[in-house]
């Protein structure tokens, strides 16, 4: 029996983080201020917009990547690299942000998206074909 192709998961968390970092790219304050590096009245320095577009830009490659590789090992090297990005995350806005509800709530959204792209790691194996399974 034919094994499903269930690489549609790991290609829609690609595609919802590469609309994320166009997102914080075209708009930084999207993540300024959830993460408390900017007021809610205050407006981004050049430093924080450059900082934001390189997350966005990270996010986007990463994203696309998930998106575009082939199924097997490419589709699991993009996938280990977004996971990568997400540990970053979670390590440097978890203990760097300024104010402890944005560290939690970065914290949180940094795990929770790594893990569920890790958890994507499953499906993103070649599905099977043939009498051989090859």
Sequence with gaps: MARRD???????????????????TAKPE??????????????????????????????????????????????????AVRVGADVADLAVLGSRLPDRDAREKATMVAAGWGALCALSFLAAGRPQRGLLRR
């Design 30 to 79: 999207l993540f300024l201020r959830p993460t408390g590096l900017v007021g809610d009245g205050g407006e981004p320095t050049s430093e924080q917009r450059t900082f934001t577009m390189a997350v966005g830009g990270r996010d986007i490659a990463s994203g696309l990547a998930m998106l575009f590789a082939p199924a097997g090992t490419p589709l699991k090297t993009a996938i």
């Design 6 to 24: 269930l690489t549609w998961i790991p290609r829609l968390l690609g595609a919802a983080t590469a609309a994320y970092g166009a997102a914080i």
